[in-house]
């Protein structure tokens, strides 16, 4: 399998945003503080990441599970995920950003699906990074989605079944390989998160806590992605780093 960097300008980087809780608990802070310590975080990271040769950062910010917590903290991030769309809104059309949500919606509070709608209609021209938020998501239920929707009469095709999986989750400009995939805040899974499209992605793991990520440490992923050999199955490829700034693109 082609490395997608070879087959596209930029790469594709996931983050799984973890460690927002613990933060916030070995400093005495409800965990909801944690959550709100991670908005500044996105922000950082968003900044750093076209500078990086970034075009497309999948942030996983609630999953399907994450309903089964306190009833208190799941409001303390829905209300904070509408109040940062909504802030955030001026950011993104000024820095070219485009934001799309992935996932499910149904189960989402109607105030957030609306502002949802919104930020995504306002941010659609954006060309500089598109940034995608997974709410309420889950890889093996997009999966399983997928394989309804699949014809009966066709043979099992990789590339027709990663279309169907982007398809079911709202997102059909999407891409459908990750190329570099982190995760913080010190665990080593991936937590049902892109499990599809990460199946040729480099992984990347750090002790940092979400809260404490920054543009430094995307950077320091990103240089170690670009100083690994892909192999995909064959032989070795090299993934030479992409310039940046713009330049050589």
Same mark, same amino acid.
């Given at each position: 399998?082609?490395?997608?960097?070879?087959?596209?300008? $930029?790469?594709? #980087? @996931?983050?799984?945003?973890?460690?927002?809780?613990?933060?916030?608990?070995?400093?005495?802070?409800?965990?909801?503080?944690?959550?709100?310590?991670?908005?500044?975080?996105?922000?950082? #990271?968003?900044?750093?990441? +076209?500078?990086?040769?970034?075009?497309?950062?999948?942030?996983?910010?609630?999953?399907?599970?994450?309903?089964?917590?306190?009833?208190?903290?799941?409001? @303390?991030?829905?209300?904070?995920?509408? /109040? *940062?769309?909504?802030?955030?809104?001026?950011?993104?059309?000024?820095?070219?950003?485009?934001?799309? #949500?992935?996932?499910?919606?149904?189960?989402? &509070?109607?105030?957030?699906?609306?502002?949802?709608?919104?930020?995504?209609?306002?941010?659609?021209?954006? !060309?500089?990074?598109? #940034?995608?938020?997974?709410?309420? *998501?889950?890889?093996?239920?997009?999966?399983?989605?997928?394989?309804?929707? *699949?014809?009966?009469?066709?043979?099992?095709?990789?590339?027709?079944? $990663?279309?169907?999986?982007?398809?079911?989750?709202?997102?059909?400009?999407? &891409?459908?390989?990750?190329?570099?995939?982190?995760?913080? $805040?010190?665990?080593?899974?991936?937590?049902?998160?892109?499990?599809?499209?990460?199946? *040729?992605?480099?992984?990347?793991? !750090?002790?940092?806590?979400?809260?404490?990520?920054?543009?430094?440490?995307?950077? /320091?992923?990103?240089?170690?992605?670009?100083?690994?050999?892909?192999?995909?199955?064959?032989?070795?490829?090299?993934?030479? +780093?992409?310039?940046?700034? $713009?330049?050589?693109?």
């Amino acid at each position: 399998m082609q490395s997608t960097w070879q087959s596209r300008e $930029g790469i594709h #980087v @996931a983050i799984i945003m973890d460690g927002n809780g613990r933060w916030a608990t070995r400093r005495g802070l409800p965990r909801p503080a944690g959550h709100r310590a991670g908005a500044d975080a996105v922000r950082r #990271v968003l900044e750093a990441a +076209p500078e990086l040769g970034i075009t497309t950062l999948t942030l996983f910010a609630f999953s399907c599970d994450n309903w089964q917590r306190p009833r208190e903290e799941v409001n @303390a991030l829905m209300w904070l995920l509408r /109040a *940062y769309l909504r802030s955030e809104t001026r950011r993104f059309v000024e820095s070219g950003a485009r934001l799309t #949500v992935i996932g499910r919606r149904d189960r989402l &509070p109607a105030r957030l699906r609306a502002e949802i709608h919104r930020v995504e209609r306002a941010t659609a021209t954006g !060309t500089k990074l598109h #940034v995608r938020i997974a709410l309420d *998501y889950s890889a093996r239920e997009s999966i399983a989605r997928a394989a309804a929707r *699949y014809p009966a009469n066709m043979p099992p095709l990789a590339e027709q079944f $990663g279309k169907l999986i982007v398809q079911t989750l709202a997102d059909p400009s999407g &891409p459908t390989e990750v190329d570099l995939l982190i995760r913080t $805040g010190g665990e080593k899974r991936l937590s049902d998160f892109l499990l599809w499209e990460s199946a *040729y992605a480099e992984l990347v793991f !750090t002790d940092t806590m979400w809260p404490d990520f920054d543009g430094h440490e995307l950077s /320091a992923a990103v240089d170690e992605f670009h100083h690994r050999e892909r192999r995909f199955g064959g032989l070795g490829v090299e993934t030479a +780093p992409i310039q940046k700034h $713009g330049a050589g693109r």
